[in-house]
């Protein structure tokens, strides 16, 4: 019974000690800004969580974006 107890104890410790740390600490909220020639803000998007590659795929997947008419500038803010 302790053999049982104590490979169950190792078990939950190693399952704890590969949890993704690294992907908590490698997050960040993100959100689609517009900005109009004059720098102020116009237009706000909708906040999303990414991690990890899904945040290194999604930030190069979505570079600034000027707009040839207006001078307004979307881009992608993230913190």
Known sequence: MKRKVLVA??????????TSCEALNDCEVCKFVTKNSDGDVTETGVEAEYCGAT??????????????????VTSLECN
């Open 9 to 18: 104890f190792l078990f939950l410790f190693t399952a704890w000690g590969f």
């Open 55 to 72: 945040l290194v795929a999604f930030k190069a997947a979505n570079p600034d974006i000027t707009n040839p008419v207006t001078g307004a």
